[in-house]
């Protein structure tokens, strides 16, 4: 599936226990909540998908960021401020554009989720869009016609993409992805709750922040 670029590079650290979305969730949350979200992109087959996530993110609400950094620009930013020295190699970590955009005044912090629930909390909150860095299954790359991504098939590498919406009485959550609209159901696609638990629980990582009004 070459036409479609991954790009997510798994870099775990301890220290992301302390900065957790749970603590700064409210406890009151809705049955069910989307985000309204920017454009779809379309990274082609480059593995740019952490600054396409972190772009979707911008854009999407509650600022819905109009004049943010190009998906490019917070793709090799994210390299420079990455685990991994130089940029002589594909991909990146969602911490590095994170760590990037921080810089540029855009965030006022991160926080982590490696937990449904803790997801959930966040998002049905009020609070906003996550970016999801996960492994991706073969199976994941064709999502069925109602837009239900499976996790079929091998692990051929790491992706990053948003999370824009969850319903727990269905206990699915929903994603856009940089793969332009014709991917999926216009771009997108959704996630059981299982299968979400079942890619955090490989390494995976939800990460967010409160973003700095202009």
């Not at 940089?178 to 990582?205: F, I, M, P, Q």
Request: proline share 5%.
């Amino acid at each position: 599936m070459t036409e479609y670029g991954l790009g997510r590079l798994p870099a775990k650290d301890q220290r992301d226990t302390r900065f957790l979305m749970r603590w700064s969730a409210p406890i009151a949350i809705a049955p069910y909540r989307n985000y309204r979200t920017g454009p779809v992109t379309a990274q082609g087959n480059f593995p740019h998908c952490v600054g396409h996530s972190w772009a979707g993110f911008l854009s999407s609400a509650p600022l819905m960021t109009e004049d943010g950094p190009a998906p490019e620009a917070i793709y090799h930013g994210a390299q420079e401020h990455d685990e991994w020295e130089g940029t002589n190699y594909d991909g990146s970590s969602v911490r590095g554009g994170a760590k990037f955009l921080q810089l540029q005044g855009r965030l006022s912090g991160y926080l982590w989720a490696f937990t449904v629930e803790d997801i959930e909390r966040w998002v049905l909150g009020g609070n906003g869009c996550v970016v999801l860095g996960t492994n991706w299954r073969q199976g994941m790359f064709d999502p069925e016609k109602d837009g239900r991504l499976r996790l079929t098939g091998p692990t051929v590498g790491g992706h990053a993409y948003l999370l824009y919406g969850m319903h727990h009485a269905r206990g699915i959550a929903r994603i856009q992805n940089s793969w332009s609209r014709n991917w999926g159901v216009n771009g997108r696609a959704y996630l059981s709750y299982d299968d979400l638990r079942t890619l955090l629980s490989e390494d995976g990582e939800a990460c967010t922040s409160v973003e700095v009004r202009p």
